[in-house]
T-cell receptor, first 113, second 122 residues
Framework: GENVEQHPSTLSVQEGDSAVIKCTYSDSASNYFPWYKQELGKRPQLIIDIRSNVGEKKDQRIAVTLNKTAKHFSLHITETQPEDSAVYFCAAKSGEYGNKLVFGAGTILRVKS | GAVVSQHPSRVICKSGTSVKIECRSLDFQATTMFWYRQFPKKSLMLMATSNEGSKATYEQGVEKDKFLINHASLTLSTLTVTSAHPEDSSFYIC??????????????????FGPGTRLTVL
């Protein structure tokens, strides 16, 4: 089955700096990769996603890149703000015909003002 | 956007009792719902995939007789934790797929998460 690894587990950045979180996946048939933001005690919220036929996607301060050959994808947050502080999870849709998401372990992002 | 609700948000029960958690898609139909379990500061672990009108598909290591799932309609799935024990204490989150939100050609459907249920077993 699919296995998703996420690094780093914690990340502290100064307000205004960029943050990068990286994930690798094992199933070459996976073709959908969403990123979720979860604040303490709340539900995960989809912030950006990318499909395997696209190499990069950007939405304002957030971008995701995908390298299918290396089977890794990354989340980039520019001009970080204190409200970006949260736990971020990457995920991969398992298998070409699967419909379930396999999540990474999560990254605690702290933006210091 | 699509809204998923869960009830109750918090529940405290005695060891040995059963607890039912409801997951509802409020403004869309969901043939498939997913149940996750999340320990403090940990990731979401998929427990089972709930399919409307059929049996749930459980992930390896999840006891189907302990975690009963019923997906009786296109807007409701329930998870019943039977004979709960303190080690069952956790944050349980459901998600639902929106049939109308097909994401490109990947075959995926956007999933929306419920707010979660905090279960504490004494």
């Amino acid at each position: 089955g699919e296995n998703v690894e996420q690094h780093p587990s914690t990340l502290s950045v100064q307000e205004g700096d960029s943050a990068v979180i990286k994930c690798t996946y094992s199933d070459s048939a996976s073709n959908y990769f969403p990123w979720y933001k979860q604040e303490l005690g709340k539900r995960p919220q989809l912030i950006i996603d990318i499909r395997s036929n696209v190499g990069e996607k950007k939405d304002q301060r957030i971008a995701v890149t995908l390298n299918k050959t290396a089977k890794h994808f990354s989340l980039h947050i520019t001009e970080t703000q204190p409200e970006d502080s949260a736990v971020y999870f990457c995920a991969a849709k398992s298998g070409e015909y699967g419909n379930k998401l396999v999540f990474g372990a999560g990254t605690i992002l702290r933006v210091k003002s | 956007g699509a809204v998923v609700s869960q009830h109750p948000s918090r529940v405290i029960c005695k060891s040995g009792t059963s607890v039912k958690i409801e997951c509802r898609s409020l403004d869309f139909q969901a043939t498939t719902m997913f149940w996750y379990r999340q320990f403090p500061k940990k990731s979401l672990m998929l427990m089972a995939t709930s399919n409307e009108g059929s049996k749930a598909t459980y992930e390896q290591g999840v006891e189907k007789d302990k975690f009963l799932i019923n997906h009786a309609s296109l807007t409701l799935s329930t998870l019943t934790v039977t004979s709960a024990h303190p080690e069952d204490s956790s944050f349980y989150i459901c998600s639902a797929r929106d049939l109308d939100r097909v994401i490109g050609t990947s075959g995926s459907y956007e999933q929306f998460f419920g707010p979660g249920t905090r279960l504490t077993v004494l």
